[in-house]
């Protein structure tokens, strides 16, 4: 499989990749999912979702900022240069990712589509217009509110029961169908939309390889190249970075 996968990354030319939570995990960011997942230990209807945020903005805004002091200092792994590398080698190499984290930006990459949106900023929760960058200043009240209007501000990711930013959807469904290799990392594809672009890849006979020690939803097939590894560990091999 990693031979396959090592051919198909050095013979395509429009490569896309789609990343989730695992692949920031040896960066120390925790996945939702698995063993140590951290919707094991909380509740994402409370935390992550917008009846939570209007019912209970102090509870959900001390589980941000708990989250934001977590991604404090934290560094892109090899595997993000390995992705760096690899939009060197293809000239170009969009990347949509589920992470709010801005790990792929801060890597280099160039052309990423944070479809669940990113914890770096914060805006009015009346959409009164203000926005911020979300710094220490700002959380030190909590909740956090809007010096326009009053109101409590809300990070700027995709809460659950919100509906994703339609255009980056759009165009991420668009990538990915039209793409001649999709690389899927760290993913349990299971929270729609987001979960449909590989299997939208498969329905336009794309090939996908998907970076995973554990399985997933996505279909045992000729298509499907599943290498079960570490992202960290496998990339900078499956670009050529190291031997
Ligand atoms: N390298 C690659 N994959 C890994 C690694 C690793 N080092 N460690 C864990 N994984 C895999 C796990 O096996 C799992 O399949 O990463 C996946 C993480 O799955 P989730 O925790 O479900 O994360 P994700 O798929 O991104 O969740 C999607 O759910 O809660 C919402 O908004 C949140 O964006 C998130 C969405």
Known sequence: MINRAIELIRNRSNP???TGAGMSRESGMRTFRGEEGLWKEYSP???SSISGLREEPEVVWDWYKMRLMAGEGVKPHAGYRALTHLQKLKGHLPVITQNVDGLHSISGQTDVLEIHGSMRTASCLKKCGFSTQLSHEILKETPPLCPVCGTILRPDIVLFGESLPQETIARSYELAEECDLLIVIGTSV??????GIP???????VDVIEINPARTELPHSESVISVRRKAGEILPLLVGLKE
């Open 16 to 18: 896309v990749v789609f």
């Open 199 to 205: 299997f939208a890849a498969l329905e336009n006979g």
């Open 45 to 47: 209807e409370r935390l």
């Open 190 to 195: 299971q929270v729609w939309p987001a979960a």
